[in-house]
């Protein structure tokens, strides 16, 4: 069973960044792919980005191509996403997850955090 948390998460103006912080515990880390996700209010749960299990390999959600950067720490057992050039649209509680596929799709991973919420305003 692989327990996540996140942190990181905050107010922030619009154009602004922040890092987010999963932590993992109780599994082998370098078992998972990684991947993180966000839900707005009234909105399904999209994909925004994933790494694999070396992190040698990142792929993301076309909306955040080139302002978010998802990286990990294997040593620590972290994985880390890095969201800058905020806008208010980007406001979501974001989650992280660990699956053995990984991919693009919520239901390729096995484990979730609680989330952590991002709000930028205007």
């Known amino acids: 069973q692989v327990h996540l948390v996140e942190s990181g998460g905050g107010l922030v103006q619009a154009g602004g960044s922040l890092r987010l912080s999963c932590a993992a515990s109780?599994?082998?880390?370098?078992?998972?792919?990684m991947g993180w996700f966000r839900q707005a209010p009234g909105k399904e749960r999209e994909f925004v980005a994933r790494?694999?299990?070396?992190?040698?390999?990142?792929y993301y959600a076309d909306s955040v191509k080139g302002r978010f950067t998802i990286s990990r720490d294997n040593a620590k057992n972290t994985v880390y996403l890095q969201i800058g050039s905020l806008k208010p649209e980007d406001t979501a509680i974001y989650y992280c997850?660990?699956?053995?596929?990984?991919?693009?799709?919520?239901?390729?991973?096995?484990?979730w955090g609680q989330g952590t919420q991002v709000t930028v305003s205007s």
């Open positions: 997850a660990a699956g053995d596929l990984g991919m693009m799709v919520p239901a390729t991973y096995q484990y």
């Open positions: 109780g599994g082998t880390f370098t078992s998972y792919a």
């Open positions: 790494i694999s299990r070396s992190g040698g390999t990142t």
